[in-house]
Nanobody
Framework: QVQLVESGGGLVQAGGSLRLSCAAS????????MAWFRQGAGKEREFVAG????????YVGDSVKGRFTISRDNAKNTVYLEMNSLKPEDTAVYYC??????????????????????WGQGTQVTVSS
């Protein structure tokens, strides 16, 4: 069992930066690929970024490519989302997710929210113009 707790959200001006953290409990954290998704008001939950269990490979969504970076520190059981050059359209609740499925963590596989079985409660990010 894995429990996920996000932090680091808040209000920021356009062009600013934030770093989100997701602290995981459970001894199997190091074995699980992790991801960040977001959901804006009235929108579907969309993939932001994902990272393999070792941290050796990561993927980012097209809408945040070049601005957001995902990383993880397995010694601290934490995954991060570094967000730069923020835009008002980045405003959303950001969710951390983990998957225990034993499937190859490819780019296409990582983007499907149905493939994740553990979710955090979310943290609000608001970007003002």
């Amino acid at each position: 069992q894995v429990q996920l707790v996000e932090s680091g959200g808040g209000l920021v001006q356009a062009g600013g930066s934030l770093r989100l953290s997701c602290a995981a409990s459970g001894r199997t954290f190091n074995a699980y690929p992790m991801a960040w998704f977001r959901q804006g008001a009235g929108k579907e939950r969309e993939f932001v970024a994902g990272i393999r269990s070792t941290g050796s490979v990561s993927y980012v969504g097209d809408s945040v490519k070049g601005r957001f970076t995902i990383s993880r520190d397995n010694a601290k059981n934490t995954v991060y989302l570094e967000m730069n050059s923020l835009k008002p359209e980045d405003t959303a609740v950001y969710y951390c997710a983990a998957t225990s499925w034993l499937s190859p963590y490819t780019s296409s596989w990582s983007k499907n929210r149905e493939n994740y079985d553990y979710w955090g409660q979310g943290t609000q990010v608001t970007v003002s113009s």
